[in-house]
């Protein structure tokens, strides 16, 4: 492990769900992209949520979470919600 970590928002924790869903790699990382690779991580881990989605599109995009576009952010908050509907 390590070489995922190198990304940014990528730390122990996410490193290790990544390797658990079979993604060992920034460049496998970037082929499957966040979604696909954050959907993995929620069939394992329901908690995941959309500051996983973010930090996994951030790290792809080479920037922090915070950093990624508004239009960007939006999309994957939709993406997130058809998964995990807001609490009440």
Do not use: H
Not at 7 to 24: A, D, H
Not at 55 to 76: C, F, H, M, P, Y
């Amino acid at each position: 492990m390590g070489e995922l970590q190198r990304l940014p928002n990528i730390g122990k924790e996410l490193e290790r769900q990544l390797y658990e869903v079979g993604i060992t790699s920034p460049e496998e990382l970037r082929r499957i992209g966040s979604r696909d690779a954050w959907l993995r991580i929620f069939a394992q881990d329901p908690s995941a949520g959309l500051a996983k989605l973010l930090a996994l599109q951030g790290a792809i995009a080479g920037v922090n979470r915070n950093d990624l576009s508004e239009t960007t952010k939006t999309n994957l908050q939709t993406f997130c919600s058809q998964y995990k509907p807001k609490r009440r």
